[in-house]
C-alpha cells in the first residue's frame, strides 16, 4: 500500500524514534496538498470544525486526509482558453483531465471502494470534467447515491459559477457544505480574453456580453452562498499579461463578498495539451511570479498555498495521485461500505494532531528567540502526517517552507517532472531537473539520501540533511534554523 | 433536413443530448447520435440549433 503515513504506520509508534527504528519501505509516493494555512487557534471553533477535515480548505488538513473528484459532469457551459476537454491522458495532472467518464451509478461503486480501501478519504468532490452545476442531474445523482451509503462523507463541488444561482437551494438541502468557484476576472473587457463564449438561456454569447453575463452570475452566486453560511473558495488561473496584476482586484472583490479562500493557481500552458492557450504560446507564471503575486494579495481573503491542480478524477492525498489504482475494471460489482478503515483512522489522527500542534507551537517559540533577521527557504521530502518521512529519490514534490524568526509558514509545492529515482537508481539527468525545481531552496530534508546525489546538490549550492527522519516538520526547521543563526541562550529548549 | 454528430470529434460530454428539445439525441455504442426524423433543427422552439450551440467541439453539430 504506497499511501502517505499506512493506517499500520500510524496505529504502531507515533514517535520519531521509533519510526526511526522501523523505517517503511513503501514504494514511490508522494506528499500531498490545496487550503488556508489557518489553524483551530486562528479560526472560530464552529468554521475549523467545517474545515478540519477537508485537505482543500486547511493547510494542516492536507496532511492527513485525502479526497476523490468523481468525473459524472462531463457536460459545460462555457469554454475557456486554457481548457481542452477532449484530451485524456492519465499521466496528466492538471484540472478539466480525466481518463474515463463515469455513471452517478459507477460513481457510488468507486467511492465505496476507495472508502472501503483509502482511510484517509474524507472528501468527495465533483468537479467536472464539465461543470458540475450545469450538468446537474448527474452531480445531484451522485451525491444523493453516495450520501445514503457514507453519511460522514463531506460533499464537494467546483463550478464555473454561471448555473450556480440556479443550484444553490438544492446544495443547501444536499448538505453541500464547500464550494469552489472559479472566477478570473471581474472586469468583462479582461473575461473576454479569457472566455471566447458561454452558453446561458439557450443562446451561445461571445465577447463582452459573455463575460459581461458571467461575471455578474459568478458576484450573485457567491452572494447567494455567503448569506446560506456556505464555505466557498475561489480558484483564479493566473495568466501573466491578461489578468495577473488584475487578480488583486478579483482578491478584493471576492473578500468583499464573504470568499473564505482565495486560490492563484499558474495557468498550465503546453501546446500538446491543444488548449487555445497552449497553442498560441501563452506562457504560465514562474515560482517567483506566482509568489509574488500571493503576498501580495496578502490580507485580503485567505490564501491557499497547497493547491495541487488536480484531476478531476483524483484520487488520494493532494500531492499524490491513486486514480490509476480505482479505474473502472477494477471495481467489483458489488461492494458494501466498511466504514472500520476510516473511523480507525480518525481516532489516531486526532492524538497525531493534538502532538503535532505541541511541536508546532513548540517551534514558533524556538524560532521567536532566534537572535537573526534571516529567512530561508526549506524544502521537505514528505508522505504526509506533517513529518519528514520520505527518500529523496521517492519525492515527487517538495513541500517548501519558510523560516524566519517570526515562525515556520508553508508556502507552497516544487513538482518534480519525474521522481529521479525508478525503482532503486538514479539518473543524472534527471537529477539535474531534480536540481532546477529545487532553485532557490536554501535546505532539503529528506528521511533519506545517497551520498552522490547529495554531493551533487551540495556542489549546486543546496544543502541536504537527513538528520531529522520521521521528525515533525516544523521542529526539524527550527532546530535547524537555530543551530544555524543562534538562539538567545535563556530561551533555547532541550 | 436535420443535424448529425460528425463522431471522430465528438468529446462525449453529452451537453447535446439535454439541451435538445425534441429528445433526438442519445448515446448508441458509446457515442451520441442524433435522431434524424426526431431533429427539426430547433425550428420553433429556438432561434439557433441547441447542439450546434452548445457544443465545445467546431463543426461537429452540423446538417446532415
Not at chain 1, 278 to 293: C, D, I, M, V
Not at chain 1, 328 to 340: F, G, K, R, V
Request: net charge negative.
Amino acid at each position: 500500500m504506497a499511501n502517505f503515513v499506512s493506517l499500520d504506520n500510524l496505529l504502531t509508534p507515533t514517535s520519531a524514534d521509533a519510526m526511526r527504528e522501523t523505517p517503511k519501505t513503501s514504494g514511490c509516493s508522494s506528499s500531498t496538498s490545496c487550503g488556508s494555512s489557518a489553524g483551530a487557534g486562528d479560526l472560530p471553533p464552529e468554521v475549523w470544525n467545517r474545515i478540519k477535515d477537508h485537505p482543500c480548505y486547511s493547510e494542516e488538513a492536507h496532511h492527513y486526509f485525502a479526497r476523490m473528484h468523481v468525473a459524472v459532469a462531463p457536460a459545460c457551459n462555457i469554454q475557456c482558453h486554457y481548457c481542452n476537454r477532449k484530451y485524456d491522458c492519465s499521466n496528466e495532472s492538471r484540472p478539466g483531465v480525466v481518463s474515463e467518464k463515469l455513471t452517478p451509478e459507477q460513481a457510488m461503486r468507486k467511492v465505496i471502494t476507495v472508502a472501503n480501501e483509502v482511510p484517509q478519504l474524507s472528501v468527495l468532490g465533483i468537479a467536472g470534467p464539465g461543470d458540475a452545476c450545469y450538468d446537474w442531474k448527474k452531480t445531484k445523482e451522485t451525491f444523493s447515491l453516495v450520501a445514503k451509503q457514507i453519511p460522514d462523507i463531506k460533499l464537494c463541488i467546483s463550478t464555473n459559477g454561471l448555473a450556480l444561482p440556479d443550484r444553490v437551494d438544492e446544495l443547501v438541502d444536499m448538505n453541500v457544505d464547500h464550494v469552489t468557484i472559479t472566477i478570473n476576472m471581474v472586469d468583462p473587457a479582461i473575461g473576454a480574453k479569457i472566455y471566447p463564449w458561454i452558453f446561458y438561456k439557450n443562446k451561445r454569447y461571445t465577447g463582452l456580453e459573455a463575460s459581461q453575463i458571467l461575471h455578474e452570475r459568478q458576484m450573485q452566486g457567491l452572494e447567494m452562498l455567503t448569506a446560506r453560511g456556505i464555505l466557498t473558495k475561489i480558484n483564479s488561473v493566473m495568466i501573466p499579461g491578461i489578468n495577473d496584476e488584475h487578480l488583486k482586484v478579483v482578491n478584493a472583490e471576492v473578500k468583499k463578498r464573504g470568499a473564505f479562500l482565495h486560490n492563484i493557481m499558474p495557468l498550465i500552458s503546453d501546446p500538446a495539451h491543444g488548449t487555445h492557450f497552449g497553442l498560441t504560446g501563452q506562457r504560465g507564471p514562474k515560482h517567483s511570479e506566482l509568489k509574488a503575486l500571493q503576498d501580495a494579495c496578502a490580507g485580503g481573503a485567505n490564501l491557499m498555498r497547497h493547491c495541487r491542480q488536480c484531476r478531476a478524477d483524483a484520487v488520494g492525498l493532494l500531492g499524490e495521485d491513486r486514480g490509476q489504482e480505482f479505474t473502472m475494471d477494477q471495481l467489483p460489482e458489488e461492494i458494501a461500505y466498511d466504514p472500520s478503515k476510516r473511523h480507525a483512522y480518525r481516532e489516531v489522527v486526532a492524538r497525531e494532531r493534538n502532538d503535532h500542534v505541541a511541536a508546532k507551537q513548540d517551534a514558533t517559540l524556538t524560532l521567536g528567540s532566534a537572535d537573526s533577521d534571516a529567512s530561508i527557504l526549506v524544502a521537505i521530502a514528505t508522505k504526509g502526517g506533517g513529518r519528514i518521512n520520505q527518500h529523496f529519490g521517492h519525492a515527487k514534490e517538495f513541500q517548501v517552507y519558510e523560516a524566519s524568526s517570526a515562525g515556520v509558514a508553508f508556502i507552497g509545492h516544487r513538482k518534480v517532472d519525474d521522481a529521479y529515482c525508478q525503482g532503486g537508481f538514479g539518473e543524472d539527468a534527471t537529477l539535474d531537473s531534480v536540481i532546477r525545481t529545487l532553485d532557490g531552496i536554501d535546505i532539503v530534508l529528506c528521511s533519506k539520501i545517497g551520498d552522490c546525489p547529495k554531493d551533487q546538490l551540495e556542489s549546486a549550492g543546496i544543502r541536504v540533511s537527513d538528520e531529522w527522519a520521521y521528525e515533525y516538520i516544523e521542529s526539524a526547521i527550527s532546530t535547524h534554523y537555530t543551530r544555524e543563526y543562534g538562539a538567545l541562550p535563556q530561551a533555547r529548549r532541550a | 433536413m436535420a443535424y448529425k454528430i460528425v463522431a471522430s470529434q465528438c468529446s462525449v460530454c453529452g451537453a447535446c443530448e439535454f439541451e435538445c428539445p425534441n429528445v433526438a439525441i442519445s448515446m448508441k455504442r458509446d457515442m451520441y447520435v442524433i435522431d434524424a426524423v426526431k431533429c427539426t433543427q430547433c425550428e420553433g422552439h429556438f432561434d439557433t440549433p441547441q447542439c450546434v450551440s452548445v457544443c465545445p467541439m467546431p463543426d461537429t453539430c452540423v446538417p446532415v
